[in-house]
RNA sequence: GUGACCGUAGCUCAGUUGGUUAGAGCAUCGGGUUGUGAUCCCGAGGGUCGGGGGUUCGAGUCCCCUCGGUCACCCCA
C-alpha cells in the first residue's frame, strides 16, 4: 500500500534538506548578530492558548486533538506568539531588559495549500520586548534587512512596506470616518489592490464621506511615499505636517541606514487586531509573490496573556515565500550541502583492502571523508563520483597513494604518513 | 470552507476512434574498454498508469467518488 504525504506538507531529501539548513541557519546567524537570543517552546500547546489572542474562531484553523482517554484539547503550533507571551509573562519580573528572542520553529495551520502557502512551514520570528521606542521598531526592521540582504537581495528586488496602527486611525479620523465606521475603512484598505476604482469608491460612499475625501482618501491608501518623502504624504491628507509617530520612526530607520529599503504605504494593514503601533511587510518589489515577512507593533498583548504591561516589536518571516523569491531570483545556490573534504578510492583489488584504514584515519582527524563503494576499479569513473558529491581531494590508493586536488587538478604522489597534511 | 485545472518509472514526457505482456530520454545500479574527472559499448532494476468503484467482451484512455498537486476566493496569527 502506498500511502502519500500528507496535504501541504514537504519531504526533505538530502538536496532540499542542505538548502533548508542554509536557511535555518542564516536566520540564526543573522539574529545573533544583531544581538537577539534563541529560544524555542513545545510544538504543541493547550488549545485554550490559542483562543487567548485569536478568540474561537481561530479553531478551525489549527490542527487540533485530544490524546485517547484524555480530557484536554491541545493543538499544534499555528505561531509562536501565545508561547512567546506565555514565556515572557511567566518570567518576566526575573529577565534582563530589553528582551530579545528569536525563534525558528514549525507550524501547522489546517488551511488550503496555494503557492506560497503551505500546512507546515518554518518561520522565524524576531522579538524585541520592553522598550517602546521608535529606535526598537527600526532595530527590528534592520534585523529583517539584515537577513535579506544576507541571503543576496538587495532594495530593488524587495520592499519593506511600512505604516502605523496610530497613524492610520489619525489618519481616518482626519478624513472624517465616523467612529463606528473604523474597522471598514481598515477592510478598505486591506482590499484596495483587489478592487475597481469604481468598486472602491463606492464602498469608501458607504463609510460616510464625501466625494472629496474618497478621493483623498484613494490616494492616501494607494500611494507609496518614500522615506524622508513624508512632507508629500501630508499635503496628500491637506495636513500642515506629518503625523509625528512616522517622522520619529522615519528618523530612526535613516539611522540604521534602511532608507533604500523602505516606504511608507497606509494600505498596509495586517489583519491583526492586536497591533498597536508601526505595522510592516515585506514584499517582491513587484508584489507578484505573498509577503515574505510582516510584524509590528503590540504592546499589550503581553498582558493579555497574563504578564506585566510590556511593550514588543517583533515579526515573522516564513521559509515558503522566502524560498519561492530566492528560486525566481536564481538565488539558492546549489552547494549549500556540507562538502567532504577528501573521496577515497581504490585503483586495485589489493588497495581496496586498505580503504577501512585510510578512510577512518582521516575521520578521526576531523575530516569528511567519503569512499567509492563501487566493485570497479576504473579510476575515471570513481573520479566522477569524487566530483560528484563535491569533494575537495581525491585519495587515490594504489601501489602508492596520490592525492588529487579537485579544484586545480593538481595530482602527487604522497607518503602514507603525510597524507593527512595534504589534505589540510 | 468554495471554485477551476491537473495526476503514466526518481525526473521530463509519449501512449492512435477503448484492443495483446505500458514505452523513450535523463537519472540510478552492474559490466566492458582506456590508470585520471572524459568518450564509447553492453546490461539490469524500477510503473499494476495516485487510490477505489462503475460502464464494457476488453479501460492508462469513458463515468462517479476519493486522495494528492497547482491556481484563485477566503484567511493570512
Known amino acids: ?27 540564526r546567524a543573522v539574529s545573533v548578530r544583531n544581538g537577539f537570543e534563541q529560544v524555542d517552546g ?29 480530557e484536554t484539547d491541545f493543538a499544534i503550533r499555528p505561531e509562536f506568539t501565545p508561547t512567546l507571551a506565555r514565556m515572557v509573562a511567566d518570567k518576566a519580573n526575573a529577565l534582563p531588559k530589553p528582551i530579545k528572542w528569536f525563534a525558528t520553529p514549525n507550524f501547522c495551520r489546517a488551511e488550503r495549500p496555494q503557492r506560497g502557502r503551505l500546512r ?4 522565524w520570528n524576531v522579538d524585541l520586548l520592553g522598550l517602546d521606542t521608535p529606535a526598537a521598531d527600526a532595530e527590528v526592521i534592520f534585523t529583517c534587512v539584515d537577513l535579506l540582504a544576507e541571503l543576496g537581495l ?14 492610520v486611525k489619525q489618519v481616518l479620523e482626519k478624513l472624517g470616518v465616523p467612529e463606528d465606521k473604523l474597522p471598514g475603512a481598515f477592510t478598505l484598505l486591506d482590499k484596495r489592490d483587489k478592487m475597481t ?13 464625501d466625494e472629496a475625501r474618497v478621493q483623498r482618501f484613494e490616494e492616501v491608501c494607494r500611494r507609496k511615499y518614500a522615506s524622508g518623502d513624508l512632507m508629500h504624504l501630508a499635503r496628500s491628507l491637506a495636513m500642515d505636517e506629518p503625523p509625528e509617530d512616522l517622522v520619529k520612526l522615519d528618523e530612526q530607520l535613516r539611522a540604521f541606514g534602511l532608507a533604500d529599503w523602505c516606504e511608507y504605504d497606509l494600505g498596509i494593514v495586517r489583519g491583526l487586531a492586536y497591533y498597536t503601533g508601526v505595522v510592516f511587510e515585506v514584499h517582491e518589489a513587484t508584489g507578484v509573490e505573498r509577503a515574505i515577512a510582516g510584524g509590528g507593533r503590540y504592546d ?22 522566502l524560498s519561492n523569491v530566492l528560486a525566481d531570483k536564481g538565488l539558492i545556490p546549489d552547494d549549500v ?21 585510510v578512510v577512518s584515519e582521516l575521520r578521526r ?23 560528484n558529491c563535491g569533494a575537495k581531494f581525491a585519495v587515490i590508493v594504489g601501489e602508492q597513494i596520490e592525492v588529487k586536488n579537485l579544484e586545480t587538478g593538481d595530482q602527487s604522489a604522497v607518503g602514507r604518513d603525510a597524507l593527512l597534511d595534504a589534505l589540510r
Open 120 to 123: 507546515e512551514f518554518w518561520q
Open 1 to 27: 500500500m502506498k500511502i502519500q504525504a500528507p496535504k501541504g506538507t514537504r519531504d526533505f531529501y538530502p538536496a532540499d534538506m542542505a538548502w533548508h539548513m542554509h536557511l535555518l541557519d542564516a536566520w
Open 365 to 387: 582527524a576531523g575530516l569528511h571523508a567519503r569512499m567509492s563503494y563501487k566493485a570497479t576499479r576504473n579510476v575515471g569513473k570513481l573520479l566522477k563520483d569524487a566530483t
Open 42 to 70: 513545545p510544538i504543541f500547546e493547550t488549545l485554550e492558548l490559542y483562543k487567548v489572542k485569536s478568540g474561537e474562531g481561530i479553531v478551525s484553523e489549527l490542527f487540533s486533538f485530544r490524546r485517547t482517554g484524555g
Open 197 to 209: 476604482p469604481d468598486e472602491f469608491t463606492k464602498e469608501a460612499g458607504k463609510l460616510g464621506l
Open 300 to 321: 499589550q498583548l503581553i498582558e493579555l496573556f497574563g504578564g506585566p504591561a510590556m511593550p514588543a516589536v517583533g515579526f515573522g518571516m516564513g521559509d515558503v515565500v
Open 337 to 357: 550541502g556540507p562538502r567532504p573534504d577528501a573521496f577515497v578510492l581504490a585503483a586495485s583489488d589489493e588497495a581496496a583492502a586498505q580503504l577501512p584504514a
Open 154 to 167: 538587495d532594495s530593488t528586488q524587495v520592499r519593506v512596506k511600512i505604516s502605523h496602527r496610530a497613524v
